[in-house]
């Protein structure tokens, strides 16, 4: 498949350019700075149906911004996992687009329109999105991955949430997290990929934007050790809890609905 990108135009002649850039897709990545989170825009380029990943409360009509000015209809809102650094804005994207349904693994506990299970497939327009059951970071962390299309000659894409980060993962210290199970999950649900798969994180630090499974089962500098040792380094971090984990994890255990935007 191909990206295909939206070029604006008066509405009486809008219609799509497409361009070869990555995959076959509109796609958006788009960028929090206060959480230094990553949300993703996906959509179909013939049906134009789209999805936000992880999007931002703080960031939702500038995501809805995105979505008008490309002239798509807004139909899912993935969450990877229940989120600990910033409040999620399906809650309050949804109250503003009544169609679109957000969609969070079973096992998060959290509340949303659709409780998605392992394995499970996600249909958009023609694009099929597979739900991978990847937790440890928390016990209800998914991946959302789009298979390689092989007429077109472009890689697989995963969405890896915060369970595989570039270069590193996510931390296993609260929420249930559990780090030898977060190390197997990664190992044979995302390095089992093909080493071609592009890996788009929920978080970078670093203004790094994607990885490869190729580059992380052999650069990522936790998860190319022995599993017993990453198991004694992710005890060992000692980090301090996410500023904003107070106000976000009972919002995001709710689907963002109940929090007050005003």
Sequence with gaps: MVITRVV??????????????????????????????????LACPDTLQAALIDPVLEQAERDLEVVDDLGLS?????????????????????????????????????????QLQPDQALTLGSLRISCLATPGHTNGCMSFYLPPAAAAGQPGVVFSGDALLIRSCGRTDFQQGDAALLYDNIHNKIFSLPDDTLIYPGHDYKG???????????????????????????????LPLPKQIQRSLPANLKDGVDFPYA
Excluded at 12 to 41: E, K, M, V
Excluded at 224 to 233: D, G, H, N, S
């Design 208 to 238: 790094r934007t994607v990885s490869s499974v190729a580059e992380e089962k052999t650069l990522n500098t936790r998860l190319t050790k022995p599993k017993e040792q990453f198991v004694q380094l992710m005890a060992d971090l000692n």
């Design 74 to 114: 807004l139909t899912h809102l993935l969450n990877t996992h229940c989120h600990a650094d910033h409040i999620t804005g399906t809650g309050k994207i949804k109250a503003l687009r009544p169609g679109a349904r957000s969609c969070i693994s079973a096992a998060s506990g959290a509340a949303a329109d659709l």
């Design 8 to 41: 604006q135009a008066p509405a009486a002649s809008r219609q799509l350019t497409r361009l070869p850039l990555t995959h076959g897709i509109i796609f958006r990545q788009l960028f929090d700075a206060i959480s230094s989170t990553y949300t993703y825009l």
